[in-house]
């Protein structure tokens, strides 16, 4: 065995400790990864039957699977704007493709029918906040432009500072709202100002004013694209 | 016997807040509501009682020119699989400690053991030191979250103590005591009251107080 300062020496431990310490790190994350996606999946469905369902009581991880089985799934092609129904809908889900960077093609979105009419649609929202992916969901109401609900389920903006952009209440003043004018442009916007003096704006969280306005742009630029299809679900061209 | 006495050493005469004052970052920012703290508090002794028994065991090889760098390694790789455990078996509460999990790499307290305790002890004797140690920071961790709790939320983990005026109780809480600054005020007011109790466990001024006054006075 070489003295305990030698270059040999040093260089064998410092590899053993990192090979050890890496299996270790790659153990755990490969073992609970299983687990995790388990929760980010009923996370993202909880998302979506809170901005279907206006569901804001705790919900029991069954109720929530069922309540997400109750909604009906269409899959728009963002090109052609048209919809269609799938047999495996509900598994169907854009996000991997969204996190890899890759154009997405076509979205899930999700009606929530009473009686055969459609109540609320809600619709994907992805974009970038201040550090992060913001994600999240928009219902509208049945008139295709009006929001009912909107929720934000995942992004990495700073912890009690942008997070305010998750607030019951702040997300409660977007309803009403509308997110196209006369002429079919996405106009929403998050910005400073009096509340409810313009139907197309809602007033930012001072504090986190950079985060809170990419949200009302992200929701506008993916609204833009998803305009083809809403405006053919409003002509009754889609069911 | 030495068990215990290296156990209870660090929860009574040297404790690592109230007497290091190490930890101080998370000891605020995780404490305004008990369960965070209390799962915080058990994550910070398993990182704890890994890197000090790593160091421990490894005390006699490791070579002295890259010993910090190893025991960051450690140290970081335990904090990796904690936060890794936390997301799948505890993700709400993980989505409430947020950064502070990864920051126990920085945790003072940890290095400061693997450093002063660790490298020249038996592995028994450090696993008594983490665990004192562990023991000693979620004392004072959950004690500072139970009454932030309390007085701001009138809850204790979750559970309805103080009725409050909006459910037709009679306490109004204190919306203070939700913010990180009350957590530094609690902290302060503990370390005083402790060391007017045990007058030894204040610090001696490192230098003598300086004499103001004329040059040439004696």
New interface residues.
């Given amino acids: 065995m070489p003295a305990?300062?030698s270059i040999t020496?040093?260089l064998t431990?410092?590899v053993a400790?990192?090979l050890v310490?890496?299996a270790?790190?790659s153990v755990?994350?490969y073992v609970?990864r299983p687990?995790?996606s388990a929760?980010t999946l009923i996370?993202r469905n909880r998302a979506i039957v809170a901005a279907a369902t206006d569901a804001t009581t705790e919900l029991s991880e069954a109720a929530i699977v069922q309540a997400f089985l109750d909604l009906d799934v269409r899959i728009v092609n963002l090109a052609e704007g048209t919809s269609s129904v799938r047999d495996s809908g509900h598994a169907f889900d854009h996000w991997p493709l969204v996190d890899a960077g890759t154009p997405v093609q076509e979205v899930p979105v999700y009606l929530h029918r009473e009686n055969g009419v459609t109540v609320r649609v809600v619709l994907p929202v992805h974009g970038r906040g201040m550090w992060s992916t913001i994600y999240g969901y928009v219902a509208l109401e049945a008139d295709a432009n009006t929001i009912a609900a909107v929720v934000f389920h995942r992004h990495g903006e700073t912890?009690g500072i942008g997070d305010r952009i998750q607030d019951p209440a702040w997300l409660a003043t977007w309803r009403g709202h509308r997110i196209y004018d006369a002429e079919g442009v996405a106009r929403l916007r998050v910005a400073k100002g009096e509340e409810g003096s313009d139907p197309f704006r809602i007033d930012l969280i001072s504090g986190a004013s950079v985060t809170s306005e990419a949200t009302g742009r992200l929701v506008s630029d993916r609204f833009t694209e998803y305009r083809p299809w809403l405006e053919r679900l409003r002509e009754g061209a889609e069911q | 016997m030495t068990f215990l006495k290296h156990l209870m050493h660090p929860v009574l005469h040297e404790n690592p807040v109230t007497v290091q004052i190490l930890g101080l970052c998370s000891a605020l920012a995780v404490t305004s509501s008990v369960k965070p703290a209390l799962i915080m508090s058990v994550s910070v002794t398993a990182v704890l009682l890994f890197s000090n028994v790593a160091v421990s065991m490894?005390r006699h090889?490791?070579?002295?020119?890259?010993r910090l760098?190893?025991e960051t390694?450690?140290i970081?790789?335990a904090v990796?699989?904690v936060d890794?455990?936390l997301?799948?078996?505890a993700?709400e509460v993980s989505q409430v400690l947020?950064?502070f999990v990864g920051l126990i790499v920085t945790n003072c307290i940890v290095l400061g053991r693997a450093e002063t305790f660790a490298l020249h002890n038996t592995v028994v004797a450090s696993a008594a030191d983490a665990i004192g140690n562990g023991l000693g920071y979620s004392l004072i961790l959950v004690f500072v979250a139970a009454l932030r709790e309390l007085f701001g939320a009138g809850t204790l983990l979750g559970m309805s103590v103080l009725p409050l005026l909006d459910d037709g109780g009679w306490y109004r809480p204190n919306e203070m005591m939700l913010y990180a600054p009350s957590g530094f005020f609690i902290i302060g007011v503990l370390i005083w009251i402790i060391r007017a109790w045990r007058p030894e466990q204040v610090e001696r001024p490192e230098y003598p107080p300086r004499q103001f006054g004329y040059r040439d006075d004696p």
């Fill in positions: 305990r300062e020496r040093t431990i410092a400790v990192a310490c890496s270790l790190v755990a994350v609970l687990l995790q929760y996370e912890p | 490894m090889i490791m070579p002295g020119s890259i760098i190893l390694t450690l970081a790789s990796i699989v890794e455990m997301k799948a078996f993700p947020t950064v």
